[in-house]
């Protein structure tokens, strides 16, 4: 059952956990997410790499496997879907009406969201179309 829940909401609960939890620290959510650490690669520059570099990469991430998952055909990808959308109203929600959430990082994460469930449609009605027309014997 866990598998039909969209794997970006990771990226959105913990953002909102940091957003919570750190206003209950009295921590400032853009002081959070500026913080950084750098890497020296191999040419010499130093890359800054902030918190919200990497909730942005981790969502990323898993819009990836997001969109992998999508190109299955079972009742569980379907309610996968459904639950992308929800995903998206509720971070696009937060983002326009909660303090804490009116970030670049967030507002790239809330696009995942809609990428995601837009991917998922997509990819789910092509591949039943194929599904259709192997079927029925058309080249």
């Known amino acids: 059952m866990l598998g039909a829940f969209p794997l970006i909401l ?4 913990l953002y909102n956990v940091m957003v919570f939890g750190g206003g209950a620290t009295g921590h400032d ?3 959070l ?3 950084s650490f750098t890497v020296h690669v191999f040419s010499g520059d130093v890359w800054k790499i ?7 990469a981790a969502a990323l991430v898993l819009l990836f496997v997001e969109t992998v998952k999508a190109a299955r055909t079972s009742q569980r990808e379907i309610l996968n879907h459904a639950f992308s959308l929800l995903t998206f109203t509720g971070a696009l929600v937060e983002f326009i009406a909660l303090k804490g959430f009116g970030t670049s990082a967030f507002f790239f994460i809330t696009a995942m969201c809609l990428f995601d469930t837009i991917a998922g449609y997509t990819i789910s009605i092509i591949a039943a179309q ?4 192997v079927g029925q014997g058309d080249a």
């Open 10 to 13: 990771v990226v959105v609960v």
């Open 29 to 31: 959510t853009l002081a």
């Open 33 to 35: 997410l500026s913080q």
């Open 50 to 56: 902030s918190l919200a570099d990497l909730f942005i």
């Open 130 to 133: 194929r599904n259709v027309n």
